[in-house]
């Protein structure tokens, strides 16, 4: 067998550029005297290899002349010889505000630009284009939810909603994508009107943003199934024929210039192909070939004509153009298949129109950095399946099997067991259910020493003790005086705090005494919540909730659908305490 080769490659400095991987030279000023670098006034002043000018005196003339001496008046004073009058050409005016060459207008609130011809106005500030104004929607795909609550169920763990959410919107199958219309009142009809509508077509459950595209598109892809193309040939055109246009981008024949149909052949390319180009730039595209191939291959295309024929109609019908094709499906088809819907969930892979292209790009974006949709959904779904909510430390909102209720261990009958989990867990900041076990009851040591190299040993079976601290600690997490959080974290139930009692009412005339009010039970804990105030209050607090959601809380569930996979339930935790024998 050959032995293996050893290559060493410097990656690093394989992929630098040239300029990085070339030999620095340690001496790479050895060439220069000092020199080369020196300005034209150095030159003048006989320090360059240039001799000095004669006379003398920097700007000296150079066929001698001495030196000038200075102005009269000094330095800055008049000229010999005194006014030399106005420049020639007239005075040019004042120079522009705050400098700049002529012809050139200043702008305090940016660089200058050239006015002149062939020179636009400054270009305005980018903005994007404002959304469609329709509503998405995202539901959770309804298995993925169901798995997730019966992990949260025989788990008995809280985790962050938000969290879960996030789960959710990781890949495009765990939910779906809908479309809402949003309607505003029309004061002229008092009817709630919709302010962008929405179409659907029946044939193949697409959504568009107009009955016209809706009816282009059911013409267009399902031509076939409502009229019949016959081509019949017909004569050529009459006349010389020695060019013809051309489509510069697809190649299209578009006939003569001045054939009498070159103009709708041409307008009504650009409108189906090219219709975000300016017509003019289009039409500078077109080409005129005089290729006698070519105008043969034009004469042949325009010698045949097609006529339809209505199907699927009591009386069959004959049509010359697309413009009567058109309006006969308008007339016969367009009600029952065309229909206009508020609301509309498209397939997966289903193609929508630019605009909610645009709108679900966007929406998703902001979805998936902070999924308040996704959470106000499952906030339903989870309370019609039993589960419970709470706010740990009033901002981040958790989903539990229960929630949170403080137990008093003093003026509460319960098992010892029972009093030292809830003791180890308050004296134990951050425990976690392993470490309870061994603290309240600790394995037995192995019976011989584990022997280096062999295999693990199997774990041994739970004892009495350690079973019976994990049926209080079952029993304590169901009713809620116990949270175990995602990372695996206990948390007692915290104490509520007193409610200050309402100020009593002054009496009205002829209202008897009330009775003495009778002291209410303390709730269940501060932190606890409905699903309702959840749905509610989501989103005002999505800014804490986003910023606050701790570290390492999230569910390793998966939205997908896993029932074959999943254990079955544990039985129910019961509704007394676990009392001492």
Request: with cysteine.
């Amino acid at each position: 067998m050959s032995e293996p080769l050893e290559i060493n490659l410097d990656l690093d400095k394989l992929f630098q550029p040239a300029w990085a991987t070339s030999p620095s030279d340690p001496n790479k000023y050895a060439r220069y005297d000092g020199t080369e670098g020196e300005s034209r006034g150095d030159r003048r002043f006989g320090r360059g290899d240039r001799p000095p000018r004669p006379g003398g005196g920097f700007g000296g003339p150079r066929g001698g002349g001495g030196d000038r001496g200075p102005r009269p008046g000094g330095f800055g004073g008049p000229r010999p010889g005194g006014d030399r009058g106005p420049r020639p050409g007239g005075d040019r005016g004042p120079r522009p505000q705050g400098g700049g060459a002529p012809g050139i207008a200043w702008d305090p609130k940016g660089p200058p630009r050239r006015e002149g011809p062939g020179r636009g106005p400054r270009r305005p500030d980018f903005r994007p284009e404002p959304l469609i104004p329709v509503e998405l929607t995202l539901t959770p795909e309804a298995g993925g939810v169901s798995s997730l609550a019966r992990q949260i169920k025989l788990s008995g763990r809280a985790y962050p909603l938000f969290e879960v959410a996030g789960l959710v919107m990781q890949k495009p199958d765990r939910y779906t994508v809908g479309f809402k219309v949003i309607k505003r009142r029309d004061e002229a009809t008092k009817k709630d009107v919709p302010v962008q509508p929405l179409f659907v077509c029946s044939l193949d459950d697409t959504l568009w943003l107009s009955e016209a595209a809706a009816t282009d598109h059911a013409l267009k892809a399902h031509f076939e199934t409502f009229y019949q193309t016959q081509k019949l040939p017909c004569d050529p055109p009459k006349g010389v024929w020695t060019l013809v246009a051309q489509c510069g981008m697809t190649g299209e024949l578009l006939g003569p210039p001045n054939f009498h149909g070159y103009q709708e052949k041409l307008r009504k390319l650009h409108s189906e192909r090219f219709s975000r180009m300016n017509f003019d730039a289009y039409k500078s595209r077109v080409k005129i070939v005089k290729d006698e191939a070519v105008v043969k291959q034009w004469t042949e295309s325009v010698s045949f004509r097609f006529e339809y024929t209505a199907l699927n109609v009591p009386e069959p019908k004959v049509f010359a153009s697309m413009d009567e094709v058109r309006a006969h499906f308008i007339e016969v088809h367009q009600p029952t298949i065309i229909r206009q819907v508020d609301s509309f969930v498209p397939k997966a892979d289903a193609k929508l129109p630019a605009p909610l292209q645009t709108l679900m790009r966007v929406s998703l974006d902001k979805e998936k950095r902070f999924p308040i949709r996704i959470a106000t959904a499952l906030s339903g779904t989870f309370a019609s399946m039993g589960l419970q909510f709470f706010k740990r430390d009033k901002t981040v909102v958790h989903v539990a099997v229960a929630r949170p209720h403080y137990l008093d261990i003093e003026n509460s009958v319960v098992s010892e067991t029972t009093k030292k989990i809830i003791e180890h867990i308050n004296t134990n900041a951050g425990t976690n259910r392993k470490r309870l076990v061994e603290t309240l009851a600790p394995s037995p040591a192995p019976a011989e020493a584990p022997v280096e190299g062999a295999a693990a040993p199997a774990p041994s079976p739970l004892t009495a003790e350690q079973q019976t601290v994990l049926n209080d600690l079952h029993w304590l997490i169901h009713q809620g005086h116990v949270i175990e959080f995602a990372s695996g974290m206990l948390e007692t139930a915290k104490k509520p705090a007193p409610r200050p009692a309402p100020a009593p009412k002054p009496p009205k005339k002829g209202d008897k005494p009330a009775a003495e009010a009778s002291t209410a039970p303390a709730p269940a804990s501060d932190d606890a919540v409905s699903a309702a105030d959840v749905a509610a209050s989501l989103a005002q607090e999505a800014p804490a909730e986003a910023t606050d959601v701790t570290a390492g809380e999230s569910p390793a569930a998966s939205a997908e659908p896993a029932a074959a996979s999943a254990p079955a339930e544990s039985p129910a935790a019961p509704d007394h305490p676990p009392q001492a024998a």
